[in-house]
């Protein structure tokens, strides 16, 4: 992405909503990553007075777009941002990230509505399609299939690939970038948990923090040191 940690507000920038808010960790490490914030401040997660809350808060970190959580909103408000960069002349792009769960809401739908009305071609949602959320199975819940189909009958270039490797994903973003006159779809294919033994798949580590010993094995699982 066309971003700069010192000047997080420049005027070209791409811009990343995570719609899907309670993944926030994530979106952390990967700004630390970045150099955000020291990967120290890390160890702060939704402690009384961090600005690295169980929700990303744009008003308490620099590089946060969109404070979101309210699944749905996420989406629409990238909508808003890619129209608001043509209207603009503005080169930036925007990345929106959502759970499969999250596109049973109706909001989802009227944003990508527009977002092929408008041909936002700077605009490349991706679907964390891992088949759970928080209340267990999406077909169980409110089966969201053939999600692929979906979007294409909304317009959407859809590219589907698997979420767990990283030539794919970057290929798929290459891909987004040279599609004109449509917004992307990155149907990303993952596993809940992905590399954790007893995580794996498993709805129930949905919003669960894992015990002392279950955090070393899981560290140990997915290479790395405790």
């Not at 700069?4 to 960790?25: C, E, M, T, V, Y």
């Not at 959407?156 to 449509?182: L, S, T």
């Amino acid at each position: 992405m066309n971003i700069d940690p010192a000047d997080p507000q420049k005027a070209d920038r791409d811009k990343f909503i995570l719609s899907k808010g309670h993944a926030a960790p994530v979106q952390y490490a990967a700004m630390a990553e970045r150099g955000f914030f020291p990967k120290e401040e890390l160890l702060s997660l939704r402690k009384l007075g961090s600005r690295l809350q169980g929700h990303p808060s744009m008003k308490m970190l620099p590089g946060i777009e969109m404070s979101t959580g309210s699944l749905g909103q996420g989406v629409a408000v990238a909508v808003g941002m890619a129209i608001a960069n043509k209207l603009d002349g503005k080169d930036g792009r925007v990345y929106t990230l959502l759970g499969d769960g999250e596109i049973q809401e109706g909001l989802v739908w009227e944003a990508a509505m527009a977002a092929a009305h408008y041909k936002l071609d700077n605009l490349c949602a991706i679907v964390d399609w891992n088949g759970l959320q928080i209340d267990g199975k999406n077909e169980d819940v409110m089966n969201v299939k053939p999600i692929d189909e979906k979007f294409k009958a909304f317009g959407w270039n859809v590219i589907e690939i698997d979420g767990h490797n990283m030539p794919e994903i970057v290929e798929a973003f290459d891909r987004a970038r040279a599609c004109k006159g449509r917004p992307t779809l990155i149907l990303a294919k993952t596993h809940k948990g992905y590399g954790v033994s007893f995580m794996e798949d498993n709805a129930g580590w949905h919003g669960k923090a894992p015990g002392d010993d279950q955090a070393k094995q899981a560290v140990e699982e997915l290479g790395g040191e405790w």
